[in-house]
């Protein structure tokens, strides 16, 4: 296979260009969602809502004519999509179901409090079966059992238990209030009864690891946070998959300037290579990347091809934090160019920007001053259109 060798320029084109993030618009409407989601794999799914959850601001700054509506419908009522865990907590094409097998199986064998929540699964399914989709709230169920991050309700402990071993699914959400049904009323039996493509850790280690080189379209054969929720990917089995995949010519190796390591990206992917080392012109473009944007899952590449720090602060102490507590970094063209602090404001049904700091050394022009409060302003539009639920069916 032929050797590459690209400028860091160029291979932040590669990567905007696989991601849909420069130029016109690679991805639109409902299909552009499919689209996007099948070429990364999943996008990482948080609750927090301060101008948009994470997976929103995912699709917002990717999909031409996104809208909030759009993805909850291919969640809850469509059903082409399906939240699980991929990378941590994701959303990920339903027909990929099988390929998780192991992670529900892992949670079958084990889990905190387990004596205490399997004595209740089966009132459960019964509760379900006379009401329909539960949430928490539902079941009569308060006492304090030890759960993942604190102690919680036995309730809420045994209806994720049976989320994460695959015996319920989410079948719609009302804000971030899960009601849960048995997964066969959520997910067709054709793909239930699908068996795991995979019978063994390594094959299915491979296809995982080829899939986290999708989701940012350039990965180096080095310990990141990309390969997080890939259970029990040690080194040496890391090593040997990039054997592999070069062997089987399923990826190809690329040098990149004075990069002391080499990058990686998927055979499928060779058509943008020629086509970032004849230095197109690309439309500038201003989006704001959401806190765990999938082309922010390794930050140290993200330092070397970008020059840019990012650290998400929510988590940090506000009297440690150098920015703010919900930081969206500002993509300009092929630059981050700075970052900002946006909250939507519902009573005022508009978006407040409450500070911007840009980079050293970036000169504020008036088209990149038009572009940023144009994408403030279609941040604050996408906010204003709410989720119409789905019902209890």
């Known amino acids: 296979m032929m050797e590459y060798i690209l400028t860091r320029k160029q291979a932040r084109l590669f990567i905007l260009l696989k991601q849909g993030l420069i130029g016109n618009y690679k991805f639109s409407g409902k299909t552009g969602i499919l689209e996007f989601i099948r070429q990364a794999g999943c996008i990482q799914f948080d609750p927090i809502d301060v101008c948009g959850k994470n997976a929103e601001l995912v699709l917002l700054s990717r999909i031409k004519g996104f809208e909030k509506q759009m993805l909850y419908d291919l969640l809850y009522s469509e059903r082409r999509l399906v939240d699980y865990f991929d990378k941590n907590l994701s959303i990920f094409l339903v027909e990929d179901w099988p390929y998780f097998a192991r992670e529900r199986q892992y949670h079958q064998c084990f889990e ?4 205490e929540i399997s004595k209740v699964c089966e009132l459960i399914k019964q509760k379900i079966a006379e009401l329909g989709a539960v949430c928490s709230a539902d079941l009569n169920m308060n006492e304090k059992v030890a759960w993942y991050w604190s102690d919680t309700k036995l309730s809420r402990a045994a209806l994720e238990h049976m989320y994460f071993t695959g015996e319920l699914a989410i079948q719609f959400k009302k804000g971030n209030m899960k009601y849960y049904n048995l997964i066969e009323k959520c997910i067709p039996m054709n793909i239930l009864s699908r068996p795991d493509p995979y019978t063994n850790d390594s094959e299915h280690q491979k296809w995982r690891v080829l899939r986290r080189i999708h989701a940012i379209g350039l990965l180096w054969n080095r310990a990141s946070d990309a390969w997080l929720g890939i259970e029990h990917l040690k080194s040496k089995d890391r090593m ?26 998927s055979a499928m992917d060779e058509h943008l290579i020629t086509y970032v080392l004849k230095n197109p012109r690309l439309k500038k473009r201003c989006e704001f990347m959401a806190p765990l944007d999938n082309m922010l899952w390794d930050r140290k590449l993200l330092r070397e091809l970008f020059g840019f720090e990012y650290k998400w602060e929510i988590y940090t102490p506000q009297s440690e934090r150098k ?12 630059r981050f160019v700075g970052r900002i602090e946006v909250i939507y404001d519902k009573k005022k049904k508009e978006a407040d920007v409450k500070n911007i700091w840009y980079e050293d050394g970036v000169r504020l022009t008036a088209s990149m001053s038009a572009a940023i409060e144009n994408a403030v302003n279609q941040l604050s539009d996408f906010n204003k259109k709410e989720i119409v639920y789905c019902s209890n069916e």
């Open 112 to 115: 905190r409090s387990n004596d």
């Open 240 to 265: 040997q998959i990039f054997s592999e995949l070069l062997e089987e010519e399923c990826i190809i190796e690329i040098s990149v300037d004075d990069l002391a390591e080499p990058l990686y990206c």
């Open 323 to 334: 920015f703010g507590h919900y930081v969206l970094p500002i993509l300009y063209g092929d």
